[in-house]
T-cell receptor, first 113, second 114 residues
Framework: SQKIEQNSEALNIQEGKTATLTCNYTNYSPAYLQWYRQDPGRGPVFLLLIRENEKEKRKERLKVTFDTTLKQSLFHITASQPADSATYLCALEGSSNTGKLIFGQGTTLQVKP | NAGVTQTPKFQVLKTGQSMTLQCAQDMNHEYMSWYRQDPGMGLRLIHYSVGAGITDQGEVPNGYNVSRSTTEDFPLRLLSAAPSQTSVYFC?????????????FGPGTRLTVT
């Protein structure tokens, strides 16, 4: 069956360091992968999308990689700040041209000053 | 633009009661979805719609009905509430601008079934 896995353990890092979050999937061949941020008590907010033919995507301090051979995406936040503390969700296209996404369970990041 | 709106924000139901969670979007998006979020489970897709008059089931559809009579609205109906439906419910919409299915989420409805 199709499965998306993110590290369920919280990631604690020091301010200024690079945070790296992992998203692994099985039995999928998604055309794209997305990353979202979710703060407590709020809905997720879109951050980045990377397509299957792209190896890397950047947006300000964020960087996403997508390895379709390893079936893995890495999400990096450089020069992390306490304001980056949140839960980060990866999502894969559930089926073509439907806008249907399947989400991982999310990884909570805590950046300490 | 208000984006995606959901009502109510909070609701307490007794087992067996029915209710409708409202969702509306003003971005003229074709696609709308309902998710539930439980601790440690992430977001699970309940139902989704690719346009007015078209709906389909997601991962966890049992106990829920949807309809899409207009582009703007996508209500979720709980037919006979059960404690297992205690959760936070999110509605989302997306369009195809630049071919990107970025989803916009509402603020959520926190439902407790006793």
């Amino acid at each position: 069956s199709q499965k998306i896995e993110q590290n369920s353990e919280a990631l604690n890092i020091q301010e200024g360091k690079t945070a790296t979050l992992t998203c692994n999937y099985t039995n999928y061949s998604p055309a794209y992968l997305q990353w979202y941020r979710q703060d407590p008590g709020r809905g997720p907010v879109f951050l980045l999308l990377i397509r299957e033919n792209e190896k890397e995507k950047r947006k300000e301090r964020l960087k996403v990689t997508f390895d379709t051979t390893l079936k893995q995406s890495l999400f990096h936040i450089t020069a992390s700040q306490p304001a980056d503390s949140a839960t980060y969700l990866c999502a894969l296209e559930g089926s073509s041209n439907t806008g249907k996404l399947i989400f991982g369970q999310g990884t909570t990041l805590q950046v300490k000053p | 633009n208000a984006g995606v709106t959901q009502t109510p924000k909070f609701q307490v139901l007794k087992t067996g009661q029915s209710m409708t969670l409202q969702c509306a979007q003003d971005m003229n998006h074709e696609y709308m979805s309902w998710y539930r979020q439980d601790p440690g489970m992430g977001l699970r897709l309940i139902h989704y719609s690719v346009g007015a008059g078209i709906t389909d089931q997601g991962e966890v559809p049992n106990g829920y009905n949807v309809s899409r009579s207009t582009t703007e609205d996508f209500p979720l109906r709980l037919l006979s509430a059960a404690p297992s439906q205690t959760s936070v419910y999110f509605c989302a919409s997306s369009g195809t601008t630049s071919g990107i299915y970025e989803q916009y989420f509402g603020p959520g409805t926190r439902l407790t079934v006793t």
